[in-house]
């Protein structure tokens, strides 16, 4: 099972502040990697596949990088709404795997 | 609109069964994968199992924690996947969300989930 890790656990922004969050595999996943943003009582929304594609309806100030084992998601000028816990997760290898998760909270 | 609705959650005691529904509108149900993802009481996500189209064989995948016990299947005549519960345990207890999957271009769309409670 590849393990994805995620640092840091929680990340103190002040709105306007640029956020970036880190994501590690195991094992190389290519650039089968995506990232979501879960808020509490809510669905969890894609942001980012194959790595850095923002899917349908993202702003651009949502980016992804990397390839191999190394990710970043950056949120270029953290919004309001931005406030959230965001997962990264490959899907090159069965079974999926999910990383533990970022908070990022308002500083 | 597209959009995926779970149901059948609720509270059940350990060892027994339960079966969530999750029920597809806006688009062609049986062109797209479906997987199962949960998230325990102040957890992150886990990814539960997974179910292929039709044309790709209407086959599963299941994560190691549950093999054995869930099972997932399809009904594409009625836009509907379910995901089968046996031998529930005290640490299935999670939101259950259905997903649809475009495999390496994530799940792209989340259902709004349904609480599986298992507890004596």
Known sequence: EIVMTQSPATLSVSPGERASLSCRASQSVSSNLAWYQHKPGQAPRL??????????????????????????????????????????QQNDNWPRTFGQGTKVEIK | ??????????????????????????????DYAISWVRQAPGKGLEWVGFIRSKAYGGTTEYAASVKGRFT??????????????????????????????????????????????VSS
């Open chain 2, 72 to 117: 997932i299947s399809r009904d594409d005549s009625k836009s509907i996947a379910y995901l089968q519960m046996n031998s529930l345990k005290i640490e299935d207890t999670a939101v259950y969300y259905c997903t649809r999957d475009q495999w390496v271009y994530g799940f792209d769309i989340w259902g709004q989930g349904t609480m599986v409670t």
């Open chain 1, 47 to 88: 942001l980012i596949y194959g790595a850095s594609t923002r899917a349908t309806g993202i702003p651009a100030r949502f980016s992804g990088s990397g390839s191999g084992t190394e990710f970043t998601l950056t949120i270029s000028s953290l919004q309001s709404e931005d406030f959230a816990v965001y997962y990264c």
């Open chain 2, 1 to 30: 609109e597209v959009q995926l609705v779970e149901s059948g959650g609720g509270l059940v005691q350990p060892g027994r069964s339960l079966r969530l529904s999750c029920t597809a509108s806006g688009f062609t149900f049986g």
